[in-house]
């Protein structure tokens, strides 16, 4: 379990540096995202700029001339103390004119930016290269200061993009400044992919490495079922190993010819034995059989009864238990093979006398329920508790395996309930468990009755 624990330091860790990759990933492409606005919304801007002045001339030259073609003469000047040589002579051209022009309207037409016309135009531009924005301006001065604005437009200074500022005239004492108010929803838009595939990614990779973890447990588990399996079965095995080996000695030495009652004893204690071991070996070989379903079953009519009364005559005899039985028993008959029946209702009964006090009483019932026979099988033992009857079932289940054995208790290795539960899903049925911890358990094995089984088989 500490292997375990260590693994899951790495996995969180692990987990912890690709968040932290991811979220530089999304950081670097946020700024990427945010830079190409930016750039977009500056050249927008100029040219949004450039056009409302010209709709300003426009509607200049219409109040004072009405549809006469008449030309205006605008001096133009050049800010020499921009160097070309920074590389941008578009741009330097550009601000140039743009200046000369805002600055003529301003001058010598006497009219100043309309800011809800250029917030019209900025919009509609932003909008046709396909960035759908709030978008304000304002005049500032050289110092930053905000002069004059969009009316109705609240200007959040952490909230807000705002382009490069415009100059309006040859003294540098107004500029124009586009403003975008809802700069993270359109980044957030083009990243939408990125968003999706960053999610996909980080999901992806925690399933990876939760299923990871699940795996190494689970194969430590199975690892520790192994271990606790082979020292149960060795246990098990070790009993009957040592009488035939002490009995084979015995009868060897010749001591016991003389005494043919002793000697027939022994013979049949090795015979014993060995029946044993040949059964353990058996249900391992019957469950893997059964596990890959390549176990053929002979179904036929059972009588239930006969069966019955001779596994509790074997027990009675076998236990030094005092052992008394109830038989309540409405179905005769069930449809089913024989021999693993048999077997798995022998477990069933010897679980019934391992874990029960000095006197055990057994109550075996059946009745026909819906195609079904239900066989119960009562005692009134230790019981088993609620936390556990959900893995009862499993193969090697570790409490009747080291548990029991380990600390003296009764014998096994966690096979018969398995074998149980196997043979009633191999006859097309189940098994159920009713328990009161100190009380009583009460196993119920279904089977179908003939008449389902050919209905099944025809459908």
């Given at each position: 379990?500490?292997?375990?624990?260590?693994?899951?330091?790495?996995?969180?860790?692990?987990?912890?540096?690709?968040?932290?990759?991811?979220?530089?990933?999304?950081?670097?492409s946020y700024r990427m995202a945010e830079e190409?606005?930016?750039?977009?919304?500056?050249?927008?801007?100029?040219?949004?700029?450039?056009?409302?002045?010209?709709?300003?001339?426009?509607?200049?030259?219409?109040?004072?001339?009405?549809?006469?073609?008449?030309?205006?003469?605008?001096?133009?000047?050049?800010?020499?103390?921009?160097?070309?040589?920074?590389?941008?002579?578009?741009?330097?051209?550009?601000?140039?004119?743009?200046t000369s022009l805002q600055d003529f309207i301003?001058?010598?037409?006497?009219?100043?930016?309309?800011?809800?016309?250029?917030?019209?135009?900025?919009?509609?531009?932003?909008?046709?290269?396909?960035?759908?924005?709030?978008?304000?301006?304002?005049?500032?001065?050289?110092?930053?200061?905000?002069?004059?604005?969009?009316?109705?437009?609240?200007?959040?200074?952490?909230?807000?993009?705002?382009?490069?500022?415009?100059?309006?005239?040859?003294?540098?004492?107004?500029?124009?400044?586009?403003?975008?108010?809802?700069?993270?929803?359109?980044?957030?838009?083009?990243?939408?992919?990125?968003?999706?595939?960053?999610?996909?990614?980080?999901?992806?990779?925690?399933?990876?490495?939760?299923?990871?973890?699940?795996?190494?447990?689970?194969?430590?588990?199975?690892?520790?079922?192994?271990?606790?399996?082979?020292?149960?079965?060795?246990?098990?095995?070790?009993?009957?190993?040592?009488?035939?080996?002490?009995?084979?000695?015995?009868?060897?030495?010749?001591?016991?010819?003389?005494?043919?009652?002793?000697?027939?004893?022994?013979?049949?204690?090795?015979?014993?034995?060995?029946?044993?071991?040949?059964?353990?070996?058996?249900?391992?070989?019957?469950?893997?059989?059964?596990?890959?379903?390549?176990?053929?079953?002979?179904k036929t009519e059972c009588s239930l009864r006969?069966?019955?009364?001779?596994?509790?005559?074997?027990?009675?005899?076998?236990?030094?238990?005092?052992?008394?039985?109830?038989?309540?028993?409405?179905?005769?008959?069930?449809?089913?093979?024989?021999?693993?029946?048999?077997?798995?209702?022998?477990?069933?009964?010897?679980?019934?006398?391992?874990?029960?006090?000095?006197?055990?009483?057994?109550?075996?019932?059946?009745?026909?329920?819906?195609?079904?026979?239900?066989?119960?099988?009562?005692?009134?033992?230790?019981?088993?508790?609620?936390?556990?009857?959900?893995?009862?079932?499993?193969?090697?289940?570790?409490?009747?395996?080291?548990?029991?054995?380990?600390?003296?208790?009764?014998?096994?290795?966690?096979?018969?309930?398995?074998?149980?539960?196997?043979?009633?899903?191999?006859?097309?049925?189940?098994?159920?468990?009713?328990?009161?911890?100190?009380?009583?358990?009460?196993?119920?094995?279904?089977?179908?009755?003939?008449?389902?089984?050919?209905?099944?088989?025809?459908?």
């Amino acid at each position: 379990m500490k292997d375990v624990k260590y693994i899951r330091w790495i996995a969180f860790i692990a987990l912890l540096a690709i968040a932290e990759l991811q979220y530089v990933w999304l950081s670097n492409s946020y700024r990427m995202a945010e830079e190409s606005l930016w750039m977009k919304a500056n050249e927008v801007f100029r040219e949004a700029s450039l056009e409302e002045a010209f709709d300003r001339m426009g509607s200049y030259k219409r109040r004072m001339f009405g549809a006469r073609d008449t030309i205006l003469a605008m001096k133009f000047e050049v800010d020499t103390s921009y160097s070309v040589m920074q590389g941008m002579p578009n741009k330097w051209l550009m601000s140039n004119i743009h200046t000369s022009l805002q600055d003529f309207i301003h001058s010598e037409v006497h009219m100043d930016i309309s800011l809800p016309s250029l917030d019209s135009i900025y919009a509609h531009l932003l909008d046709s290269a396909g960035i759908r924005a709030d978008v304000a301006s304002c005049i500032v001065d050289s110092t930053g200061q905000v002069l004059r604005s969009s009316e109705g437009k609240e200007l959040h200074p952490g909230g807000v993009l705002k382009t490069e500022p415009l100059v309006l005239d040859f003294e540098n004492a107004r500029f124009v400044q586009g403003i975008i108010t809802n700069p993270y929803w359109i980044i957030a838009r083009r990243m939408l992919l990125v968003l999706i595939a960053t999610v996909l990614i980080i999901g992806v990779l925690v399933w990876c490495i939760v299923w990871q973890i699940r795996v190494i447990i689970r194969q430590d588990k199975v690892a520790k079922m192994r271990e606790d399996f082979s020292y149960a079965m060795i246990h098990d095995m070790k009993t009957p190993l040592s009488s035939i080996v002490m009995g084979t000695r015995i009868l060897e030495t010749g001591r016991l010819d003389n005494q043919p009652e002793k000697r027939a004893r022994y013979f049949r204690i090795l015979k014993e034995e060995g029946d044993h071991l040949l059964s353990l070996t058996n249900k391992v070989l019957t469950l893997s059989k059964l596990e890959n379903h390549q176990l053929k079953l002979v179904k036929t009519e059972c009588s239930l009864r006969p069966m019955l009364e001779d596994l509790a005559e074997k027990y009675r005899a076998k236990s030094e238990k005092r052992i008394d039985y109830v038989w309540k028993l409405e179905a005769e008959t069930v449809y089913a093979d024989e021999e693993f029946l048999k077997e798995a209702l022998s477990n069933l009964i010897d679980n019934a006398v391992k874990y029960s006090g000095g006197q055990v009483e057994i109550c075996f019932t059946s009745e026909a329920l819906d195609g079904m026979v239900r066989i119960g099988i009562r005692d009134n033992g230790f019981g088993i508790p609620f936390k556990e009857q959900a893995r009862i079932f499993e193969k090697y289940e570790r409490a009747s395996a080291t548990a029991r054995s380990r600390n003296g208790g009764a014998p096994g290795f966690g096979l018969g309930l398995n074998y149980v539960l196997r043979v009633a899903e191999a006859h097309g049925g189940r098994v159920e468990v009713e328990s009161i911890e100190g009380e009583y358990s009460l196993f119920s094995l279904y089977l179908p009755s003939e008449g389902e089984e050919l209905s099944d088989k025809n459908e």
